[in-house]
């Protein structure tokens, strides 16, 4: 019986927002994020945030452990809050064969950190460095994701989140160093441009949320704006090369937006063709709908072909596959 207390005191609070957070993900359906939430979450953390970063020395200095125990644990519940806000919107718009999977992970290995209190406290609160970054990566997570919806396109979105994500750090690079407001202000400014540059070349690696494939099907046709004698997963070279293909897609974007989207066509792993489509304009509920057709092939054409979706900077919102047989 005092095993059980035990383990109820540790972890029974951490099981039971583990459930919270299932039930949130896979029982209610969200959509899209609320921005209003989202912003909500962001200002109350950043703020929580920098007066712990300032204030944290004196209140410890004045034996205040519990206050900032508790201004600890207010900011592992909001980025706990704003992580699970945000997945879903990553998971619909993440390629698993794709690298983008990796971001996906890491957000869902944070939120899984942030929801288990012993792990949190063992793993991130005694490193200052490693809750700076669970910080900013929540920070950037979440930005990316809200900015789209008031029609910033994903890269302009990526590309501010980074450099809003680093310079949200200032309080606790100014306390850290001892350092003036001008000298932190600084710091953090050349970490944002280095951020900023990175994730602008690590694009293909981060999901376009919260841009999602709604829609892929790879058809002989298209009649009415609808596919026709779409294919289940092979074609033969002869009826391939008689009718042709057209990879068919409607693409989910938040009302406002207007995205540039490209089809990639490649051949194992050579690329045979890239085509440009018409922008993608959001608010639609079953996504924006176009295609690419393709008659011309080379003439070896059997194995594994795929297509990506992708905006036109290069992030990959979904890929469609089909096998050419002899």
Request: charged residues 15%; proline residues 6%; positive net charge.
């Amino acid at each position: 019986m005092s095993g059980a207390l035990t383990w109820a005191r540790r972890w029974g609070v951490s099981t039971a927002s583990f459930v919270g957070g299932l039930l949130t993900l896979f029982v209610f359906r969200r959509g899209l994020p609320h921005l209003g939430w989202i912003v909500g979450y962001l200002l109350l953390l950043w703020l929580v945030f920098a007066v712990l970063a300032e204030a944290r020395q004196v209140l410890e200095a004045r034996g205040h452990r519990l206050v900032v125990s508790a201004g600890d644990y207010t900011v592992q519940s909001l980025v706990h809050g704003l992580l699970l806000f945000v997945l879903p919107a990553y998971w619909a718009s993440t390629t698993i064969t794709s690298p983008n999977v990796l971001f996906l992970a890491l957000l869902v290995a944070l939120a899984l950190l942030a929801t288990f209190d012993p792990w949190y406290a063992g793993l991130v609160r005694p490193r200052p460095w490693l809750s700076h970054a669970v910080f900013a990566v929540t920070l950037f997570a979440s930005l990316a994701v809200a900015l789209p919806l008031v029609g910033i396109p994903p890269i302009g979105a990526l590309v501010m989140s980074a450099g809003l994500a680093v310079m949200a750090l200032a309080p606790a690079v100014r306390r850290a160093g001892e350092r003036t407001w001008t000298a932190a202000l600084g710091v953090t400014a050349g970490g944002a441009v280095a951020a900023m540059v990175a994730v602008v070349l690590a694009r293909i690696a981060i999901p376009p949320a919260p841009i999602s494939l709604a829609e892929a099907t790879m058809a002989r046709s298209v009649e009415d704006g609808e596919p026709r004698d779409a294919i289940a997963t092979s074609i033969t070279a002869a009826a391939l090369r008689e009718s042709g293909l057209v990879a068919y897609t409607a693409v989910y974007a938040p009302s406002g937006l207007r995205q540039p989207i490209r089809h990639v066509w490649w051949h194992g792993q050579r690329r045979v063709e890239t085509v440009s489509l018409s922008p993608v304009f959001g608010g639609r509920q079953r996504g924006f709908r176009t295609y690419s057709r393709k008659t011309v092939f080379p003439d070896d054409v059997t194995g594994r072909w795929t297509v990506d979706v992708t905006t036109s900077t290069g992030q990959l919102i979904g890929r469609l596959g089909f096998l050419v047989t002899p």
